[in-house]
């Protein structure tokens, strides 16, 4: 081979070499960098074992807290849920976020139901958070170390319970807010005693009163009248009615009322119960309580004709038995139906009991005094007397007297018209007062002297009778009037009041020559007893019109400290009782309310004119001065005791609805009814008058003014009752003005 054939080879040889050597030294390279990064490896291997270790340590110690946990949970759950009284938890939205299973059983809902509503949603069914569930806003002072544990109770009707219930304020775990726990305590039975105990002291003491009545007194009347009193507040009745058995007749006459209207007093008088059928007669006969329900629309038991004791549903009739003879009768009437108890009868049979012994003590008193006087028929006269003189003095209202004598003539003689005519001297004749049996002749109708010759009787203030009109001659108008229906003879005695005729009492039969003497002279007691009662009545009410003159005449006095006010108190009262008899006052309340009226700025005695007359704003001084008369106005009232239901009014009439007024900034219902009217009655006559900084306003500014005010300074139903007065003209507004010029 040539030489540069073998050159050339050896060349390529040494390249491949060189190839070779660099791409060893390459692979050198990348084994040392292979190595490196294997011993790297090896190194985070190892941390990444005692990570894997550590990791493995700690699940270890979170299985084993979180099964700790579970455990206290369930046992927190378990512990919640044994709970008896029921309990939940709310958060601040009041939405229940946890229930115990109490809970859950009161309310009668899942659990699915009850958990996110509101809890006065689920039960009880308040339709509102309780008003003290104040946890929320009290827990700043939870946080600062105040106790916060507020309680209310809370009635559940739905299931007749009552809870008291207790509020805890918890920091919520699941956001910065908070929770209330609430805590039912079931007091149901806690009440239901306390009430029982109370209604038991409250039944033992009229009990006690009772017994102590019957023990102290032998008067019947006094007795029955203790006694009605207290079975009305055991028996919890609307009235109560108590009779007496009369001996000689056999019937049972009326004796004591409570709750009775007045109009029906007459009526409840003059009307005895025979005894004979119905209830009454079953009491009697088995000695026991005996009730029953009427039907709808008043009383009409068999029985108890009292048709005028209007809407009673339940009547009980309690005989008064000793040695099984009847003493009389307690009758009991509801407005409700009415159910009794095994206790009500016991209650009811004690008190007969008790009663009873008592009143056949009374009676037998009362027997061997009637023996001593030996005649049968002046017995049962005087103990009719009695009764009337009894009813006829216990009003003294002209009206009912007379009322109830002339229906009472008939218990004492037989006749078939009783009247009585009031002299009137000024018409010179007779006015019609009261009486029955005649139909043409209306109340109140005036009779001439000149038609009628009971004139007589006024003249000689001597009786008069006449046997029998068809024979007595000529007769004047009136007496043929009598003549015309068939009255045939009357006796007519005066009724007389310090020596001056004031009235005839007649009593007339169809029967010729139907009196007696004896019949004349009871007419004659029996007029006595009404010119008694009469003039009793008449001098009270005289007083009653002097002290009426009296407080005119120092409200005149009040309102005369200033121009600006005269016959202010006139005219405030003016409204307040054309508002009151809108509102149906009694007359009781009426007069109370114009004596309110006519002294309500009383307090003004003690304000200088100068700040009343004032022509200009009055100063914070002044008005402090002028805010002090309300209760001025009290205190100065104080010491009469015949104005304390009065001086509530007079002192809250400047009180505001809204409860800003003043003294003492009552609000709404708070505030005196009078006070309210009288605030009304008091501000029209004030922006209606002048005054030395402004004049009157007009009727349509002032009735405007109240509707804005109506609800914040004034009762809005005495606004809207005002406005109505107005609207039917029923209530004109009287402006008081002062003539230019004046101080």
């Not at 229940?96 to 009668?108: C, D, E, L, S, T």
């Not at 008003?131 to 002072?141: G, H, I, L, Q």
């Not at 008058?689 to 804005?708: C, Q, S, T």
């Amino acid at each position: 081979m040539p030489d540069d054939v073998s050159e050339k080879n050896l060349e390529e040889r040494e390249k491949e070499i060189s190839l070779l050597k660099r791409d060893l030294s390459a692979k050198d390279s990348e084994i040392e960098r292979l190595k490196e990064a294997l011993r790297k490896f090896e190194e985070r291997e190892g941390g990444l074992e005692d990570e894997r270790k550590a990791i493995i340590y700690m699940l270890e110690d979170i299985n084993e807290s979180t099964s700790k946990i579970e455990t206290a949970r369930k046992e927190w759950e378990a512990t919640f849920d044994a709970i008896s009284s029921p309990l939940f938890i709310h958060d601040e939205g009041f939405r229940i976020v946890r229930a115990n299973a109490a809970y859950q059983k009161a309310a009668g809902v899942p659990f699915n139901e009850i958990i996110g509503r509101p809890y006065f949603e689920v039960f009880p069914r308040t339709g509102a958070p309780h008003t003290v569930c104040a946890s929320f806003k009290e827990r700043r002072k939870k946080e600062e170390g105040a106790d916060v544990d507020v309680e209310d109770e809370v009635a559940a009707p739905e299931l007749g319970r009552v809870y008291k219930v207790r509020f805890y304020s918890v920091k919520s775990q699941s956001s910065d807010g908070y929770n209330a726990v609430h805590v039912m305590e079931d007091i149901t039975e806690a009440k239901r005693a306390e009430e029982a105990i109370k209604e038991e002291m409250e039944v033992t003491s009229h009990l006690l009163m009772i017994a102590e009545a019957t023990a102290k007194t032998t008067d019947m009347d006094k007795l029955m009248e203790d006694v009605v009193r207290c079975n009305s507040s055991i028996t919890h009745s609307d009235v109560c009615l108590s009779y007496l058995r009369d001996e000689s007749s056999g019937v049972f006459r009326p004796s004591q009322e409570f709750g009775l209207d007045r109009a029906f007093l007459p009526f409840f008088r003059t009307e005895p119960l025979s005894g004979a059928e119905g209830i009454v007669k079953t009491a009697v006969e088995t000695g026991e309580p005996v009730a029953a329900v009427t039907p709808q629309g008043g009383c009409a038991v068999q029985g108890l004709p009292l048709k005028w004791v209007k809407d009673a549903r339940t009547v009980v009739v309690v005989p008064l038995m000793s040695a099984g003879h009847n003493l009389g009768l307690i009758v009991s009437m509801y407005l409700a139906e009415r159910d009794f108890a095994e206790r009500d009868i016991r209650v009811m049979k004690g008190i007969s009991h008790q009663v009873s012994t008592a009143l056949e003590q009374a009676r037998l008193h009362r027997y061997s005094v009637d023996k001593a006087m030996e005649l049968s028929h002046k017995i049962e006269t005087i103990q009719v007397m009695n009764e009337i003189d009894r009813s006829i003095l216990s009003t003294l209202e002209p009206d009912e007297i007379l009322e109830t004598a002339v229906r009472m003539v008939s218990r004492l003689i037989a006749s078939d018209r009783a009247t009585v005519a009031l002299v009137d001297r000024e018409s010179q004749g007779f006015k019609y007062a009261s009486g029955f049996g005649i139909a043409s002749i209306q109340k109140g109708a005036l009779i001439l002297f000149c038609d009628t010759d009971a004139s007589d009787v006024v003249f000689t203030g001597r009786p008069q009778y006449v046997p029998d009109l068809s024979e007595s001659g000529p007769l004047l108008p009136l007496e043929q009037k009598f003549l015309k229906e068939g009255f045939l003879s009357h006796i007519r005695v005066p009724l007389t009041v310090k020596g001056e005729v004031i009235g005839v009492l007649t009593v007339g039969s169809k029967r010729k020559a139907a009196f007696t003497p004896e019949d004349l002279q009871t007419l004659e007691k029996l007029s006595s007893q009404i010119s008694i009662a009469l003039e009793n009545a008449r001098l009270v009410s005289d007083l009653q019109e002097l002290f009426l003159g009296t407080v005119k005449s120092l409200s005149s006095a009040i309102d005369t400290k200033s121009p600006w006010t005269a016959g202010h108190s006139e005219r405030v009262t003016a409204y307040a009782l054309a508002i009151g008899k809108e509102m149906g006052f009694s007359q009781k309340e009426l007069k109370d309310l114009e004596l309110a009226g006519l002294l309500h700025d009383i307090g003004k005695l003690g304000t200088y004119e100068a700040i009343l007359d004032k022509p200009g704003r009055l100063t914070d001084e002044e008005m402090s001065i002028m805010r002090e008369h309300p209760a001025k106005g009290a205190a100065i009232l104080e010491p009469i005791k015949l104005l304390k239901e009065i001086r509530p009014a007079i002192k809250y009439h400047h009180e505001y609805y809204n409860g800003t007024g003043y003294p003492e900034g009552l609000k709404g219902e708070a505030i005196p009814l009078f006070a309210r009217v009288l605030t009304v009655a008091d501000t029209v006559d004030a922006m209606a008058a002048d005054r030395p900084y402004r004049k009157g306003r007009a009727l349509p500014d002032i009735m405007a003014e109240l509707e804005r005010c109506s609800g914040t300074q004034f009762d809005p139903k005495v606004v809207a009752i005002f406005k109505k007065l107005h609207d039917r003209s029923e209530i004109r507004v009287t402006a008081a003005r002062i003539a230019e010029g004046a101080p």
